[in-house]
C-alpha cells in the first residue's frame, strides 16, 4: 500500500514563496504521474501541476505557470511544488496525487496567502 505525505504548507504573504513535499512510501513501480492539486471551499479540486516519470514532463494550469514549478526526486519517492510570487488567490488546501496503476491521495496541507 503507498501512503503519500505533505508538507510544507503555512502563511506566506503576497510576493513569498513555499515549497510543497510530498513524499511516497510503498513499493512503486512502472509509469507513473505525480501531481499537485489544489481546493477552495465550495469548489471542485483543481489541478495545478503534474509529472510523468518517464521523461520527466510537466504540466501546469494556465493561472500558476511561471511561478510553481514541479519537480521530483526519484531516488526520495518525493516530489515537491515550488510556489513563488504567491497571490491571495493560491489560497487553498493542496493535495498531491500519484496515479500508478491505482490513485493515491495526500492528506492535504494548507497554504494561506495574506498579508
Known amino acids: 500500500q503507498v501512503h503519500l505525505v505533505e508538507s510544507g504548507g503555512g502563511l506566506v504573504q503576497p510576493g513569498g514563496s513555499l515549497r510543497l513535499s510530498c513524499a511516497a512510501s510503498?513499493?512503486?513501480?512502472?509509469?507513473?504521474?505525480m501531481s499537485w492539486y489544489r481546493q477552495v471551499p465550495g469548489k471542485e479540486r483543481e489541478l495545478v501541476a503534474n509529472i510523468v516519470s518517464a521523461g520527466g514532463s510537466t504540466n501546469y494550469a494556465d493561472n500558476v505557470k511561471g511561478r510553481f514549478t514541479i519537480s521530483r526526486d526519484n531516488a526520495k519517492n518525493t516530489w515537491y511544488l515550488q510556489m513563488n510570487s504567491l497571490k491571495p488567490e493560491d489560497t487553498a488546501v493542496y493535495y498531491c496525487?500519484?496515479?500508478?496503476?491505482?490513485?493515491?491521495w495526500g492528506q492535504g496541507t494548507q497554504v494561506t496567502v495574506s498579508s
Open positions: 510503498g513499493f512503486i513501480f512502472g509509469r507513473y504521474a
Open positions: 496525487k500519484l496515479t500508478a496503476g491505482n490513485v493515491y
